[in-house]
């Protein structure tokens, strides 16, 4: 069974600094990755997504994650932060089974200040 | 495409109550997808759907749930006897074959009982 885990729970940064959200996933076949954002009382929306080729992948909103088999980890970065990106953010991964259902982390939130 | 729209946005309902929920997702996704968010939680899976089938339902989906997908296209999941427990974010997503690329997700149902 797949499961993911997301390292600290609350992220702060500052509008302009560097957003690093981590996750770190466990999987007995090769994963797909998928980081989703939460605003309040909204569903949620993809940011990108890892299957195959391409250890590094862009997302929208200048988002991008590298998946590191080694490592088993697949940390979401932003260069610079903007006031728009606080949101809630969810690590995800499928089972390659039929259902190809998502697994969810518990969600890091982030906060950008000024 | 119309995204995937779920109603109502919020349900009130006092314990003991049924109530029941609708999913319509996006045209000829053939894969629906229900999971439940509490507060401070990722999305859990609680059951698919394959066309009409119901294929697969979680540990989490108690005997007074039941989801319904009669026609292949819109879904309803409906709640008996509801419970403070059942207070959550319902969502539904949907997807063609499995593939997240192409799925969404629901802006989802509060569902607060008190």
């Known amino acids: 069974a797949q499961s993911v885990t997301q390292l600290g729970s609350h992220v702060s940064v500052s509008e302009g600094a560097l957003v690093l959200l981590r996750c770190n996933y466990s999987?007995?076949?090769?994963?797909?990755l998928f980081w989703y954002v939460q605003y309040p009382n909204q569903g949620l929306q993809l940011l990108l997504k890892?299957?195959?080729?391409?250890?590094l992948v862009k997302g929208i909103n200048g988002f991008e994650a590298e998946f590191k088999k080694s490592e088993t980890s697949f940390h979401l970065t932003k260069p610079s932060a903007h006031m728009s990106d606080a949101a809630e953010y969810f690590c995800?991964?499928?089972?390659?089974?039929?259902?190809?259902?998502?697994?969810f982390g518990t969600g890091t939130r982030l906060q950008v200040t000024l | 495409d119309t995204g995937v729209s779920q109603n109502p946005r919020h349900k009130i309902t006092k314990r003991g109550q049924n109530v029941t929920f609708r999913c319509d997702p996006i045209?000829?996704?053939?894969?629906l997808y229900w999971y439940r968010q509490t507060l401070g939680q990722g999305p859990e899976f609680l059951t698919y759907?394959?066309?009409?089938?119901?294929l697969e339902k979680s540990r989490l989906l108690s005997d007074r749930f039941s989801a319904e997908r009669p026609k292949g296209s819109f879904s309803t999941l409906e709640i008996q006897r509801t419970e403070q427990g059942d207070s959550a974010m319902y969502l539904c997503?949907?997807?063609?074959?499995?593939?997240w690329g192409l799925g969404g997700f629901g802006q989802g149902t509060r569902l607060t009982v008190v």
């Open positions: 997503a949907s997807s063609l074959d499995g593939r």
């Open positions: 890892y299957t195959t080729g391409a250890t």
């Open positions: 995800a991964v499928t089972d390659t089974g039929t259902a190809s259902k998502l697994t």
């Open positions: 045209s000829e996704h053939n894969r």
């Open positions: 759907f394959q066309n009409e089938a119901q």
């Open positions: 999987s007995s076949v090769p994963p797909y």
